[in-house]
Structures are given as structure tokens and as C-alpha cells.
């Protein structure tokens, strides 16, 4: 390309003639923007690519969690599923000091293993904390059993749909939803660009490239919710054929 042009000239002249490993640098680089084209084309495949998030049941990792489940969504990543990982035994009516310290736990777990369920649409399953780590086939086969029992390990949560658009009726305002989980602590800013609005959850930016039917149409509100941040459009009379 023409500044790849200008850019060796230039180095050429700093370089007293020493093209060589300006060339070879170039060539790398864009062999390696070539692979990291092929990976984002791989991750953002929701036919081929899902991710499965395993947590452990305490707030400050669910927390990270509904974070991070916001970001995979925002840019496109299907999570099927999420683990959550050394959830300690149900000790029922023991009674004793190891017995209420394990109950207290539990409750606490199962407060957060709410939260979490409340948070995504996805299968939230349990591991149960063991006393020894799983090591070898045979434990591995007890965790799987305890994992998914007879259901099939790949089966997740199924492809979802990131944008979606509608009309209320045939004289009515567009709606555009965006599915992205929201927590109700999450930093929300909307803004619209030209032809593009311009999604920032928590720092993590998303541009959406509006529909032709939605760039002839004005922003009137917005709503944010748990299942994600709705967009309420309006025909701009300028714009719009009557």
C-alpha cells in the first residue's frame, strides 16, 4: 500500500539503504494480523466457538463473572453454559463446630449461586467440593457423572441473537435490542454517531452499525434491564418518505 511505500522510503533513508529487515518486519506483522483476523472470524462463529464459564460461589468472583459475561456478549462470544465449582456439602441437622461453620458456608454459596442464576440465561451447573483432588480417569469420570449425569457434556445453551429490531405496529417507533446481560451496578453509556450508536458497558465498547431503516429515524429513549438495553427509534420527519 501507498504508506507502506512512504513509510520504507523514509526508513530507507534513516536506514542508509538497510531495507531488509523492514521488509521481513512488515511481513510479520502482517502475518500475524492475518492470523488474529482468523481467530476473532473463529471466536465470534457461534455455530463452532462457545465459551463455558467455572467460577467458585463467592460475590467478589460472581461479580467478575457478571462482568465478564457482559463483555463475551457485547462482543458477540456465546457462552453456552457456566460452572460453578467447590460448592461445600449440605450438613442438614449436624450439629457441632465443623457442622455450623459448613452451614453458614452453604448459605452463603447458595446466596451467591442465586445471584448468579438470576444473572445469565445460560445452564448454571454445580461441582461439589471434594476432599481430595480429582486425579486420574476414574475420579474424572465421578466428576464428570456429578457434572452432567446423563446429559450430553457439548450440549450448552444454543446461539443467540445479539441485535434485533421491530416495530411496534405500522405507525409506530423501532425498537432495536441489544441482548447484553446488565447488572445493576454496571457503568452504562449510549451514544449515537452518524450511522452507528455506540455501546460502553463498564469501559468495554461495542459500535453497532444501525439498520438503513433505523439511520433515517431519530433516538427518542433508552431502557437497560437484566436481558439487556432497549433502544426506542422515532421516523424523522426530514428524512422519512412520506
Do not use: K
Request: glycine share 10%; with cysteine.
Amino acid at each position: 500500500p501507498a504508506p507502506r511505500r512512504a513509510v520504507r522510503g523514509l526508513l530507507g533513508g534513516l536506514a542508509g539503504g538497510g531495507l531488509e529487515r523492514w521488509d521481513s518486519l512488515g511481513r510479520e506483522l502482517g502475518a500475524l494480523a492475518d492470523r488474529l483476523a482468523e481467530l476473532r472470524e473463529l471466536l465470534l462463529d457461534q455455530e463452532r466457538t462457545s465459551v463455558r464459564l467455572v467460577l467458585t460461589p463467592e460475590r467478589v468472583v460472581a461479580a467478575e463473572t457478571r462482568r465478564t459475561l457482559t463483555a463475551l456478549a457485547l462482543q458477540g462470544v456465546r457462552v453456552d453454559g457456566v460452572v460453578v465449582n467447590r460448592l461445600v456439602p449440605d450438613v442438614g441437622d449436624e450439629t457441632g463446630t465443623a457442622a455450623d461453620w459448613l452451614r453458614r458456608r452453604r448459605a452463603e454459596q447458595e446466596a451467591v449461586l442465586t445471584e448468579v442464576r438470576e444473572s445469565t440465561d445460560v445452564p448454571v451447573r454445580v461441582v461439589p467440593h471434594v476432599a481430595d483432588e480429582p486425579v486420574g480417569l476414574p475420579r474424572l469420570g465421578e466428576l464428570a457423572l456429578a457434572l452432567y449425569g446423563a446429559d450430553d457434556p457439548l450440549a450448552g445453551a444454543p446461539p443467540t441473537r445479539l441485535i434485533s429490531v421491530w416495530r411496534e405496529d405500522d405507525e409506530g417507533d423501532y425498537l432495536l435490542r441489544l441482548a447484553v446481560p446488565l447488572a445493576a451496578e454496571a457503568a452504562l453509556d449510549l451514544a449515537r454517531v452518524g450511522d452507528e450508536l455506540v455501546v460502553t458497558v463498564d469501559g468495554r465498547r461495542r459500535l453497532v452499525d444501525l439498520p438503513s431503516v433505523l439511520r433515517r429515524c431519530q433516538v427518542v429513549s433508552a431502557s437497560a434491564g437484566p436481558g439487556g438495553l432497549t433502544v426506542r427509534f422515532r421516523p424523522d420527519p426530514r428524512l422519512w418518505m412520506r
